[in-house]
């Protein structure tokens, strides 16, 4: 049984790019959630999608836009990149039907240079 | 608002000492708390949650977390370190439910270190 998987693991990009980043849930979740993980610090909550739609956002500009395809998988795109945009991306997939716990990926580490 | 307090952003223990990691938590409404940990390169793994069922959770590895209300605390403690459990480890909260659980709160993390 596959557990969350990211593409891709390591990415490096040029202030002002833009980027792309996957997620395909556990096989059986229908919702995934999406953070922003700094050196250093917590996760950062950035959005959440459930059939197809954006249900939930942190406190993240416009820059940062996401989708959800109907298998559930789920891209994270941030536009015109800052040096602070230099994280680990973590995606968390879960049952949205009842208080399913999170289940992470091992994230992808983007660096703005 | 929700937010989660760790206190201790370094632990280190001997192996086979008891470990506790602290947390406290600031919550409008009733909570759900839970344990992550994280090893080097890799994601969040789930060590125990607190739903409202009973305030004293068992998570695996032979970890376990007490609710306390009036403490506004959820501490993870484990009786006996082993080496393996050196990583760093992060308590969340939630006040969603059902199709919007997802939306945790994350303290800063504590680094467990074990030495022999």
């Known amino acids: 049984d596959a557990g969350v998987t990211q593409s891709p693991t390591h990415l490096i990009k040029t202030r002002g790019q833009q980027v792309t980043l996957r997620c395909s849930p556990k096989?059986?979740?229908?919702?995934v959630s999406w953070y922003q993980q700094a050196l250093g610090q917590g996760p950062q909550f950035i959005f959440q999608y459930y059939e197809e739609e954006e249900r939930q956002r942190g406190n993240f500009p416009d820059r940062f836009s996401g989708h959800q395809f109907p298998n559930y998988s789920s891209e994270l795109n941030v536009n015109a990149l800052l040096l602070g945009d230099s994280a680990l991306y973590l995606c968390?997939?879960?049952w949205g039907q009842g208080d399913s716990p999170l289940h992470f990926g091992n994230g992808t580490r983007l660096t703005v240079t | 608002a929700q937010s989660v307090t760790q206190l201790g952003s370094h632990v280190s223990v001997s192996e086979g000492a008891l470990v506790l990691l602290r947390c406290n938590y600031s919550s409008s409404v009733p909570p759900y708390l839970f344990w992550y940990v994280q090893y080097p390169n890799q994601g969040l793994q789930l060590l125990l949650k607190?739903?409202?069922?009973?305030?004293l959770v068992k998570g695996i590895n032979g970890f376990e977390a007490e609710f306390k209300k009036s403490e506004t605390s959820f501490h993870l403690t484990k009786p006996s370190a082993h080496m393996s459990d050196a990583a760093e480890y992060f308590c969340?909260?939630?006040?969603?439910?059902?199709?919007?659980?997802?939306?945790?709160?994350f303290g800063r993390g504590t680094q467990l270190t074990v030495w022999p």
């Open positions: 969340a909260v939630s006040v969603d439910r059902g199709s919007t659980l997802g939306r945790l709160y």
């Open positions: 607190y739903t409202s069922a009973a305030t």
């Open positions: 968390a997939s879960s």
């Open positions: 096989s059986g979740h229908d919702t």
